[in-house]
Structures are given as C-alpha cells and as structure tokens.
C-alpha cells in the first residue's frame, strides 16, 4: 500500500509540473502575439499611445535643475554673499519653475513615487538653506520697493 500510494503522488506531482509548464509555454506564447501585433500598429496609434516624454526623462530634467540649486548653494558656501546677482535669481527662478513643471508632469503621468525618491519643491527648497534666505531676502526688498512706489 505505501508503495502505491507513493506512486500515485510522483506521478500527480509530476502532473502538476507538466501543467505548470503548459501554462508559462502557452503565457509566453500569448506575450509574444501580443508584441507582434503591438509591431503592426499604425506609427498615429502608436504616438498616441506614448506619453510624450517618460518618466526617467523627466526625472534627469528635474535632477539637472536640482543640480544648478545643489551648485548654487555650495558656492554660497564657499564664497558668502549678502544678496544674489541677478543672473542667480534669473537661475533660481527657472530652476523652480522646471522642479515644478517635472513634479506636476509626474504626477499627471502616474509615476510619483513621494519621498525619499521624488521631493515637492519645498522640501528641495528647504535643503538650500543660504539660497533659500537669499532668495527670500530679494522678495521681501522687491515687495517693498513695490509698496513704497505704490505709495
């Protein structure tokens, strides 16, 4: 009795093993249809199926941004100064808008991962701590130039 009921489990084990092979065969099968067929799509279908641009490229974008600050900032470091150039504000203010453009992007695209990998513009921000007061610096004495020409 122990030997044929030994049997009997080989032979569903191996059973179950062909089964499970049939089934990945027959997946592979079908995934590669499927691809074949993606292939014959009309170029219309497929630029309207495409994102414009995908999200690896619009995390370097961000992350080219996120360098100039990253430099900014270390220059700061190095060489203490009382207010920005012109030219750093000019910097500061399209690196911000290009993080938010890339973060808003993401988002819309589904592919926002949060923290630690994707961070909002605040806390970018809040990582420059000498830019940061520089920059806030020119809109506190831009605003009050503002008031007192308005006055």
Partial sequence: MDTALTVVIILL???????????????????????????????????????KRNADAVRRERSVAHDQLVLMEADLSINPREALMPEDIESFESCRKSIKICNAELKKMGQWMGLPFDLEWVEIQQRQPQLNELYRKFVESTLEKAEQGGS
């Fill in 13 to 51: 084990t191996l059973l179950l093993v062909l089964i499970l092979l049939l089934y990945f065969f027959t997946q592979q099968g079908f995934k590669d249809v499927v691809a074949r067929m993606g292939n014959t799509a009309t170029p219309a279908a497929q630029a309207a199926a495409e994102p």
